[in-house]
């Protein structure tokens, strides 16, 4: 009955009728060359006629647009949110692109040629020639201090940065701590600053010196922006201050016995808490490797 | 295993989706055909154009059924299907002065050539529900055909064309002359927005803007966050002819007819930048379908951003601008239910550490 129903579902979607990849080829071109110059000005949000497509503005429709414009029918596509594969979002964006465009996807982080995130760097190294998009919902990093994109605009083309760490100096005073969880501020090549997602502080040190190519997308605030491959990106930090990755004494996944990814905490019924894995392909890996050499 | 309940999983996805149409189709009535949306409710059909930026009144029907009477999601529809297919060119300029006028009303004076056309309108009735469409009798209904029948014999037709009530004021010097400039137009819809915006660009995004959201803030100004003070000089309903020329052809080719909804506010004078003697100034409103109070708002607004020193929100154009799309402040304000675990545990890690921080002062103290 289901099976019947979700035919009927799909037949009434009539992908047939839209375009590989679902926008029109000079959308897709034009993604691709704001892409290029995001690429050739690291961490510099470039701005782009974001289009609307089938997927709710503020859901990773950025990230969206950036993997439509450079998804070929060769490429093998990967989709998280949170690190996980079978996240309900995850699974919407990853069946719009396959329905448009009959891709092949993976959720094994080493097979993909393109990774679609939400929050997370996956904690298998990423490789060359792989491509991660990420999901931005606050492009602008000094977001934290002024609200005008007028002023902000102004204050990168100076590398006017005071205002920032003045913020973050502020926070060190009141709370002896810099207190931003995820989405923390780092500088690119010894430029922009920029913002990085709301990816945990967990994930900051795999922005630097990557050897895949990141890409950022905001589609509702039209930005895009990249780190190219190996390329220097620092959070920012004061000397007797240092930046500081999330750490959990004595965390484990309870599922596969990692301690050093990034791990979040589920709450049982009675109250007690568990940690997992947030990685969830990850996790399946190590689960699998152990069950191969217990030769189960 | 636990584990599972974090995931929610491709059949999960597909079960809420069987089950969201299959509410649709589960009550006893007939089905609601897009014919029916059409004509009885053409004022929500307008509306999801309008916020959807796309003229297509068959396509909005069926999305505001498909939406289930969801003005937000069914304008998000259209928009979303507006970016697949391919662009052809910008039409040329649409001449409001050709309007079929169905309704035209000023409040700047008692009576304007060609006369006050109040057309249908529910403004100066009682708002008090008309329980007879409970049931909605074959008798009521052609009680009600009769009346109109009666009417319409007695009644005169209606020009083609009517004169514009700003014309007038232009001619006298008392407004400033428009100033056409033959140049392109800035396409929101292809160029981001950059501050300050052109003039072209603040009229689009309005133009398109989620009819709630620019009330809310035209509203604001006309209450006091603002300086506008509006006097309606025309607000005209009909349908304009909208021609387009494409490189093949010499002439431009007629392409139909739309149903827009114009608004002029005369507002506050200023000196002027022609004359020695100061002018009234002009906001201006324009949007697909008959929708008053977003052709109103919109020309509110549209004369509130051109302060060059915003004193007040009304009036700046980022915040105006870039809050009130309804498809985008609507997907944003969504997304929270989207997971967030990743980031909240970064957080809880960040309070427990400041915690233990403290905790540690005290007992150091």
Known sequence: ?296 | MGYIAVRGGEQAITNAEILLHYYRISGSSAPLTTEQILEQLPLAVDRVMSEGALYAPELAAAALKQAAGDTLEASFLLRAHRSSVSRIGASEIINTERMRVVRRISAAFKDIPGGQVLGATPDYTHHLIRFELLTDEVKARRKLTQAFEALAQKGEPIPDTFPKVVSMLRAKGLLPQKNPKNTQPYDITLQPLEFPAPRSARLQVLARAETGGILALAYANMRGYGYVHPVVGELRVGEVPLYFKSSAEKEAVLLGWLRVTECEVITRMEKSKTDSRPQFTLGYGLCFGHNEIKAISMAVLDRALMSEEPKSPTEDQEFVLLHTDGIEASGFCLHYKLPHYVTFQSDLERIRKVRTVLEKEKVDD
């Open chain 1, 1 to 296: 009955m289901t099976e019947k129903l979700r035919s009927l579902l799909d037949s009434d979607t009539n992908c047939h009728y839209y375009n590989f990849a679902y926008l029109n080829e000079s959308a897709k071109r034009e993604i691709r060359r704001r892409t290029l110059k995001a690429v050739a000005i690291p961490g510099h949000q470039v701005p782009f006629g974001s289009r609307e497509i089938p997927i709710t503005r503020g859901w990773g429709t950025g990230g969206l647009q950036l993997t439509l414009s450079l998804i070929g029918p060769e490429d093998v596509l990967k989709v998280i949110d949170q690190g996980c594969d079978g996240s309900v979002n995850a699974v919407n964006l990853r069946r719009l692109v396959t329905l448009t465009t009959g891709c092949r996807t993976t959720t094994r982080t080493s097979d993909a040629t393109l990774i679609q995130t939400r929050h997370r760097i996956p904690e298998t190294p990423l490789t060359r020639g792989q491509i991660i998009i990420f999901q931005v919902p606050y492009p602008e990093v000094l977001r934290y201090v002024e609200p005008q994109e007028t002023v902000t605009r102004r204050m990168h083309a100076e590398g006017a940065y005071h205002r920032m760490w003045t913020f973050l100096y502020e926070n060190v005073v009141q709370w002896g701590r810099i207190t931003i969880g995820a989405r923390y501020p780092v500088r690119v090549h010894n430029r922009y600053l920029m913002d990085p997602s709301p990816i945990p502080r967990w994930d900051i040190p795999k922005l630097n010196q990557s050897p895949a190519l990141m890409l950022f997308g905001a589609g509702r605030e039209k930005r895009i922006y990249a780190v190219p491959p190996f390329t220097k990106v620092e959070p920012l930090a004061f000397k007797d201050i240092p930046f500081e990755v999330e750490h959990q004494a004595g965390a484990q996944c309870s599922r596969c016995g990692a301690t050093d990814v990034f791990l979040t905490e589920i709450l049982d019924k009675d109250g007690s808490c568990r940690w997992i894995c947030s990685d969830t392909d990850y996790c399946d890996q190590r689960l699998a490797a152990r069950e191969k050499s217990h030769g189960v």
